[in-house]
């Protein structure tokens, strides 16, 4: 067990790599949510970056208490394990709810022309 103040200098320096890795991981899927148009493009950058962002940032502090306490933590693990699975579960939901609604006002979800039934101001909004 390492004095809480006297991380290895190894380790500090995988720490400090993993929290600026997960910080500009995340602050790159914010940009690209501010940045793209539509709604299925913005969608997908704020996953990833919520996703690897997190478990960077996680992992970080994993190594850190290990090394400190000289122990791994489960709740840790845990976080990572759930981040991982709930973020991409959600953009999944909310994609199909989109899809959805979408194709119940007979807009096509992924950019395609409009069908022959459509009306003539559908048609001229999917061009533009």
């Known amino acids: 067990m390492t004095p809480p103040g006297e991380v290895p200098t190894w380790a500090a320096l995988l720490i400090g790599l993993l929290v600026v890795?997960?910080?500009g991981v995340t602050l790159i899927g914010c940009l690209g949510f501010?940045?793209?148009?539509?709604?299925?493009?913005?969608?997908?950058?704020?996953?990833?970056?919520?996703?690897?962002?997190?478990?960077?940032v996680v992992l970080?502090?994993?190594?850190?208490?290990?090394?400190?306490?000289?122990?791994?933590?489960?709740?840790?693990?845990?976080?990572?394990?759930?981040?991982?699975?709930?973020?991409p579960v959600t953009l999944m939901l909310l994609v199909r709810a989109a899809v959805s609604r979408d194709r119940r006002e007979d807009r096509d979800?992924?950019?395609?022309?409009?069908?022959?039934?459509a009306r003539p101001e559908e048609r001229a909004n999917r061009r533009a």
């Open 60 to 87: 970080a502090s994993i190594v850190h208490v290990s090394v400190v306490y000289g122990r791994p933590t489960v709740g840790q693990v845990l976080i990572v394990l759930f981040v991982t699975v709930t973020t």
């Open 21 to 23: 890795l997960g910080s």
């Open 109 to 117: 979800p992924i950019g395609e022309p409009a069908p022959p039934h």
């Open 34 to 56: 501010l940045r793209l148009g539509t709604f299925y493009d913005r969608v997908h950058p704020p996953t990833l970056g919520t996703t690897v962002g997190a478990a960077c």
